[in-house]
């Protein structure tokens, strides 16, 4: 609520109703209706005065400078038809995460990728959007939910881990691609304003390890780079962790034979050591490759 009267504080500065030329002024009541219906969570009157505030406000956007307009009070004018604008897509992001039922959950953000594809409120409701499309369709209606998302907001990280991890076994090359995508997206991202930096911090740490993480694991032999990197992101996440120390044993076994580099191998060997003490689906076939290759190196091996 503290955020809806921010907005309510700082637009409200900027409305100028009664110039000449914008009377009578529609965008000034059709907003004032959207704040009202905002605050009291209504999500029917939303819905309508979101459409509307919109409308009307990029209508006097698009329209040409009136001729005996003063042009200081225009310019304000112009800011604030755009303010309001944005404020329009702020309100359906906000109900989204008001605990509404399912279904209207969905209709609020598809309402809202309607109004504009790109809106930066996306990231308020992207998650319990895709999250909601889980349970009342499965994966393929996260799948298509996301791809909505990504279409107009390349950027929305939410969105983007959702397609790692949906592709990931049914199509590895399209994952692939959206691993490489999140990674670079999550290091070049500014914190979003409002959000705390020890919150953006772990949610950073957290899509660089996935990312890193479904980047390695597809990549095959070819994945130590990214699993290596994914390590300092998931060293928390023992699920995670298994699995990409069991991959980066089979990587550098991978290249240790293919260059006949004995520091490869044993790297490798270390590797597949560390996922075999991690609880897991990988941790008895760990064991047998960190046997295997101690036996290959000359070492002693110890049954189990």
Known sequence: MKVVKSWIATIGLLSFAGLAWAAPDELDDAYSNLKEATTKKDLEQVQKWSAETSKLARAFVAAPQPADADAKAYKERLEFAKEVDAYSEYSLGFMATQGLEPAKVIHVVDSLIAQN???????????????????????????EGAAKIVAGRPDQEEALLTLVEGYANKSPDRALGYANKLTSVMKAKPKPEGVPEADWERKKSMMLGHGYYYAGVIEGVDCDRNLRAALPFISKDQALLGTAYFYLGLSNYQLGKMTNDRTKIHAAQQYSEQSSKIPGPMQQQAFRNSMAMKQELGAPVVRR
């Open 117 to 143: 594809p790109k809106s930066k409120y996306l990231d308020l409701c992207s998650g319990v959007y895709i999250a909601t499309l889980g349970k009342q369709g499965g994966l393929a209606k996260q799948l």
